[in-house]
């Protein structure tokens, strides 16, 4: 293995150029317009798995897009390494924040990319993190070095909920067969501090909807008289969480798992800048859940958020109206042992029963995902700890995401396997905002650190 990072280094052009091509084809699940271009997406990842030495490589059709199966099998008796990744994108609205458009990578520096960063949606989230792994494989089998077997999972659902995944599960079960399941599409603390993911937050998405008196009303003539949506909606909002910022749900923290005293204290160490983060967002305090710190909040603690609110006049000018309706889209991020269908009912029940007479108040679920959490004493983290000590000179640190990857807990109820994520995003990268990015520097490592991840999980898990 020792040969990869000259690999990487007389390679690095071409992977790029690669991964650009990639990048250029705008695979955004959430907008019917662009289903020809998820479907040229997953050929070309079809096609880049194949040159990179999978004996096979399948566009497998779903009830939605389509899912990219690919394999090498070396022998049966070795372990099997399951890759999963998302190759759809994030919609990349609002256009004109971007400074370069985003379906047109290119590289530019940055503070902390001084040896550049590449700009475009999905730079990072999934299709760079995801492409790593392809190139890792290409080293691994090029240099006859590939130790144990290994399969792909590229979906192109995740930014929408990975609505089929289940379904492809199931129906692919005995193809999926696995020793471990191995991701990147995830963050690390910093460049020079590596962090292996060991748990993600669990969602419960839905929208509202409040709705008044049959039509618009002028405002001079019935205001103060008759409901308007926009202020109830408002009111019922403010009321789901408390003057500590806790969620005011009844049965909402029912399941929550506290973390012990000794945890908390070990999740203290984690490094962390308060000033920093205030300073690069720009706010002169931190908000949030009494009693929490802002790691813990952003981790480890469920939340309850407005996404997006809506409804009357928001034209140029004044419009003096009571709008019929108003609505309102919300995310719970869930820990475990939440289960968001529980949690989804919860909301709907106490939303309805909140609601004062006057408005029709209705709860429309979108769609979740469950928490996940794992521990740090199995074979899969040891070995992808070792991994990151050889690439990185340094042990890992294991750290909860706040972030979400719903299919996680359902590969594990599935599949029964471990999931390690090896991520190597930063928080700096904007993912799911403009001009997202991925550091060359971070993309490169990622390509070092994973056969190295291959040779240590067989070894060990001989
Ligand atoms: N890769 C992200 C999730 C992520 C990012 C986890 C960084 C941890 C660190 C994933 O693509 C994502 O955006 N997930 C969605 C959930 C989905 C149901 C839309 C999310 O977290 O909002
Ligand atoms: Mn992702
Ligand atoms: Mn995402």
């Not at 760079?128 to 190139?135: D, E, I, R």
């Not at 603690?301 to 309102?328: C, F, H, Q």
Request: hydrophobic share 35%; charged share 25%; net charge negative.
């Amino acid at each position: 293995m020792d040969s990869i990072k000259d690999y990487v280094e007389n390679n690095k052009e071409r992977f790029l150029a690669e991964l650009k091509g990639l990048l250029k084809i705008p695979s955004i699940s959430a907008d019917p317009a662009y289903k020809n271009d998820m479907l040229k997406t997953a050929e070309v990842v079809k096609e880049n798995l194949l040159d990179a030495g999978c004996d096979l490589a399948e566009v497998c059709n779903t009830p939605g897009h389509p899912v990219v199966y690919a394999e090498k099998i070396i022998d049966k008796s070795l372990p099997t390494v399951l890759v999963y990744g998302h190759y759809d994108v994030q919609p990349p609205d609002p256009l004109d924040l971007w400074d370069s458009p985003p379906f047109e990578p290119v590289i530019k520096e940055t503070k902390i990319h001084p040896e550049g960063a590449i700009f475009a949606r999905g730079a990072c989230d999934d299709k760079g993190q995801m492409y790593m792994h392809v190139k890792a494989l290409e080293y691994m089998t090029k240099n006859d070095e590939l130790p144990c077997n290994v399969k792909f999972m590229i979906e192109g659902e995740e930014e929408v909920g990975s609505e089929h995944l289940e379904w492809f599960i199931k129906e692919y079960k005995d193809r999926l067969e696995n020793d471990v399941i191995l991701i990147s599409d995830t963050g690390m603390i910093a460049k020079d501090v590596p962090s292996i993911t060991t748990g993600l937050r669990g969602l419960s998405y839905l929208e509202v909807e409040v709705t008044g008196a049959n039509r618009d009303l002028h405002s001079g003539l019935y205001g103060g008289a008759v409901a308007n949506p926009l202020n109830v909606l408002s009111k019922m909002i403010a009321s789901l969480t408390d003057e500590n910022n806790h969620i005011t749900i009844p049965g909402f923290y029912d399941k929550v798992e506290n973390l012990s005293d000794e945890e908390r204290e070990k999740m203290a160490e984690a490094p962390f800048d308060l000033e920093e983060y205030k300073e690069k967002l720009d706010i002169d305090d931190v908000y949030g859940e009494k009693g929490y710190s802002t790691l813990e909040r952003g981790s480890i603690r469920p939340t309850l958020d407005v996404n997006g609110m809506w409804g009357g006049y928001i034209g140029e000018g004044a419009k003096t109206v009571l709008p019929s309706k108003a609505y309102a889209k919300i995310s719970m991020r869930l820990v475990p042992a939440q289960d968001w269908k529980e949690i989804t009912k919860l909301f709907k029940e106490h939303f309805e029963s909140i609601a004062p007479k006057g408005v029709r108040v209705e709860v429309k679920p979108h769609h979740g995902g469950y928490p996940y959490v794992t521990p740090i004493d199995t074979t899969g983290y040891q070995a992808a700890s070792k991994a990151y000590e050889k690439t990185f000179g340094k042990t890992p640190i294991p750290q909860r995401s706040g972030g979400s990857i719903p299919i996680v807990s359902l590969f594990e109820k599935e599949l029964k396997s471990k999931i390690i994520l090896m991520g190597f995003g930063l928080d700096t990268d904007a993912i799911h905002s403009p001009n997202e990015n991925f550091g060359v520097w971070n993309y490169l490592k990622g390509i070092e650190t994973i056969p190295w991840f291959y040779k240590y999980f067989t070894e060990m898990s001989k």
